[in-house]
T-cell receptor
């Protein structure tokens, strides 16, 4: 079974702190994604990566950056956390899809609930 | 970019009833439409998907229909059970060269015994 793990289930940080959210997948997937989930807004894509050291902005990248130094690990970074970044953060991974004419299932981690005070 | 609208936001049914969730999308280039189920405390999980060259797909008690002309697709769950209670998300994937998804805002389904 594919397993996507996230470093913390719950995290509380102070405004202005630098925050790292870590995600690891064990199925050698090339694609990895970071979403935030807010009530009434669904899942919104922050950043994604289709290869090591490659990254692309999603729909809401402002205030975030990412790092992918190894294939299995994708980190989301909040350079200076703000209260409006309080949210549930979900990581996902998948095989490459559209490049090969296929669309593949995204496998999600359990999420990190981040509270910024 | 793609915009996906999902209705209703909440749906309450009695066990054994059917449930229908509807989504519309804006980008006519989108050609892949998955549905995800998110149980409490877990990440979303794919339950069924449909591609643009297919009008309907079934898997036991769940089915998805797609109308490309009208740009809408629906999830049908028959003989609902309490364990179907969850949040359901529809999504659409534009033919952008990457496997990105644009999600709807979700439907909370509550099945009462």
């Amino acid at each position: 079974d594919v397993k996507v793990t996230q470093s913390s289930r719950y995290l509380v940080k102070r405004t202005g702190e630098k925050v790292f959210l870590e995600c690891v997948q064990d199925m050698d997937h090339e694609n990895m994604f970071w979403y935030r989930q807010d009530p009434g807004l669904g899942l919104r894509l922050i950043y994604f990566s289709y290869d090591v050291k490659m990254k692309e902005k999603g729909d809401i990248p402002e205030g975030y950056s990412v790092s992918r130094e190894k294939k299995e690990r994708f980190s989301l970074i909040l350079e200076s956390a703000s209260t409006n970044q309080t949210s549930m953060y979900l990581c996902a991974s998948s095989e490459p899809g559209a490049q090969r004419g296929l669309y593949n299932e995204q496998f999600f981690g359990p999420g990190t609930r981040l509270t910024v005070l | 970019g793609e915009n996906v609208e999902q209705h209703p936001s909440t749906l309450s049914v009695q066990e054994g009833d059917s449930a229908v969730i509807k989504c519309t999308y804006s980008d006519s280039a989108s050609n892949y439409f998955p549905w995800y189920k998110q149980e409490l405390g877990k990440g979303p999980q794919l339950i069924i998907d449909i591609r643009s060259n297919v009008g309907e797909k079934k898997d036991q008690r769940i089915a998805v229909t797609l109308n490309k002309t009208a740009k809408h697709f629906s999830l049908h769950i028959t003989e609902t059970q309490p364990e179907d209670s969850a949040v359901y998300f529809c999504a659409a994937s534009p033919n952008s060269g990457y496997s990105t998804l644009t999600f709807g805002k979700g439907t909370m389904l509550l099945v009462s015994p």
